[in-house]
């Protein structure tokens, strides 16, 4: 199968997932569709959450045509009566549930100012982010059966700051919390809660950039590419597959590098210039002398 929801490879009868079923919220596009792709090609069976009917029957669709038991499971994942019901509808109409994929969320609302977020974002935002990962959550757990997982997808926002992205970052970073508190509470009952935290990735907001925009989002990371759906799928599917059955409570941050430097590329030119390696190699003192020596290779009478 591919990302999208046209064209399709066949499901793995014998892969990670076989007799398997999952359930993916917000499945329908984007990362969701992509992870939606990546269990049914490794044999799970999908159920498709969205909030728009007729987008999670296409995508469920498309499931099916690449040889995928699918079921569309439309609803609003913080209305706690339409999760107990596509919960429901996913049990009764795929046999069971063993993974719970917790990727529903609401866009990066009241994008601006701190001065001027309106409330009703913040509130928005909390409701499907992090409400909706607790709804969801608890209704899976009740009749998730033994060895089950829950993936939830987070981040970077939730511990490295986007600008003007208040309510969503505070939103992601309760549901990192979230994570770590119902990794505990669902352990002895064999059921296993991680979570993935995606970097900047390919969705439909970045396609409606020009290239000098594209240019700019990936500048700053490391591996020198955006992400796709593809990536944060490839960690979902081992997080909630039997490889990952002694890892629980964890996030597994999948962003090229982004978060791992203390600066970007381009805030030190001297850093950041090729000659700083020739000349390391070369034995020359590549550093800036600073006043109390503090800054002078090792070795180096002060």
Known sequence: MT??????APAAPGGRFASRVALVTGGARNIGL????????????????GPDPQEAEAAAAALRDGGARAVACPGDVSDPAQVQAFVARAVAE???????VNNAAAAMLGRGSLLDLDPADWDRSFAVNARGTFLCTVAAARVMRAGGAVVNISSVGATRAHRAAVAYDASKGAV???TRATALELAPLGI???????????????ELLDAAQRSARIRPVPLGRMGDGADVAAAVAFLASADASFVTGQVLTVDGGLTAQIRPPGTDPSLDSPALGTAAEAGTDTTSPTPNGADRPRGTAS
């Not at 795929?94 to 719970?100: I, Q, R, Y």
């Open 3 to 8: 990302g999208a929801a046209g064209g399709a």
């Open 34 to 49: 992509a992870i939606a792709v990546r269990l049914a090609e490794e044999g799970a069976a999908i159920a498709v959450n």
């Open 94 to 100: 795929l046999g069971g549930l063993d993974v719970l």
């Open 176 to 178: 990192e919390a979230t």
């Open 192 to 206: 296993r809660v991680n979570a993935v935290a995606p970097g900047p990735v390919i969705n439909d907001r970045y």
